[in-house]
């Protein structure tokens, strides 16, 4: 029997908001107002309910002094580990890999 513990992914939100906003002492409504962006934006994604676009990546790598890549990386890395753990375990064997 398996002791292995399921893990879910960490979204960049939970990483924003431990990370940074908590550390800096920085509410959600006053970092939305240094970046310029809705309030509600901010909420959404700390609360893991929204990714972030190219352009809210760029604003939190200037505002916070990281790449804007990080940011996209996090979500990437949130999505496709989300997406790992929800797909088909017998995936592996629905798929043919293609040779040349």
């Known amino acids: 029997m398996s002791s292995h513990q399921f893990i879910p992914p960490t979204h960049l939100g939970e990483i924003l908001k431990e990370e940074f906003l908590d550390p800096i002492g920085i509410s959600q409504r006053a970092f939305a107002r240094k970046i310029d962006v809705p309030a509600n934006r901010i909420n959404q994604i700390v ?7 190219g352009d809210t990546a760029i604003r939190f790598g200037l505002a916070l002094r990281t790449s804007p890549e990080m940011w996209l990386r996090l979500q990437s890395r949130y999505k496709l580990e989300k997406a790992q753990d929800e797909s088909d375990p017998d995936l592996d064997k629905k798929i043919t890999p293609v040779t040349t």
């Open 47 to 53: 609360n893991g309910k929204r990714g972030i676009t």
